[in-house]
């Protein structure tokens, strides 16, 4: 999947925070969007995963404008898309389990239910999760609630990745194992975007490199 930032500029209480800003990342590779606190990694993770609409500019996803989709294309959209947020996003009054069936009955309705749950016993297990399934997610740590988000994005084998501050919650011993999924996805043809500072992320994954100060935005390719 190609993602392509086309002339992006958006404003936050009259502050310009993007100003005709360009990067784009093909299936396999990996943009890292990086830059000091403050300066619109989060808004730019939000304008990728069409959370916000940029005021001018278009998101292009294989060359198709994602503001232009008719509602099944932006249906899947959704589901090749895997968004893992730095808090986690996950609901809290809701078990584990009940957080990682929601994208599944979404978007993929017809798989029958016991597939549905041998996707999410077998990610739970990866993660080592498996035994918080039945416990609502406000009894995860912050590190076990950010595996948990990153296992909720994976469950639809997405084309495509996006994570916002990718283990800044998660321990050595995860982030280890984590980085050498991520590498794993990119050999498998997933694109990555991720808004991160972290020297081992950078230095490990990333093809592309968006970096963002307060004054203006700049890519490296």
Request: glycine share 6%; net charge negative; charged share 25%.
């Amino acid at each position: 999947m190609q993602i392509e930032f086309k002339n992006i500029s958006h404003s936050v209480k009259n502050k310009t925070i993007f100003n005709d800003l360009n990067a784009c990342v093909s299936s396999g590779r990996c943009l890292v969007v990086s830059g000091r606190s403050g300066c619109g990694k989060t808004l730019f993770f939000s304008i990728a995963s069409d959370i916000i609409r940029p005021d001018s500019g278009q998101v292009l996803v294989d060359g198709r404008d994602v503001n232009t989709l008719n509602a099944k294309d932006y249906s899947d959209f959704r589901r090749d898309v895997g968004v893992v947020f730095q808090l986690s996003g996950l609901i809290s009054n809701l078990t584990l389990e009940e957080n990682l069936m929601l994208p599944l009955n979404r978007h993929y309705k017809e798989l029958d239910k016991s597939e549905k749950y041998h996707r999410i016993n077998t990610l739970a297990e990866e993660f080592a999760l498996q035994h918080y399934l039945p416990q609502r997610t406000e009894m995860l740590s912050s590190g076990q609630a950010s595996l948990a988000g990153l296992a909720r994005a994976l469950l639809l084998k997405p084309r495509a990745v996006i994570w916002d501050a990718p283990m800044a919650e998660i321990d050595e011993q995860w982030g280890e194992y984590v980085l050498k999924l991520l590498v794993q996805l990119k050999a498998q043809g997933t694109t990555l975007i991720l808004c991160s500072n972290r020297k081992e992320v950078i230095e490990t994954l990333a093809d592309e490199q968006l970096e963002l100060n307060e004054l203006f935005c700049f890519s490296e390719f």
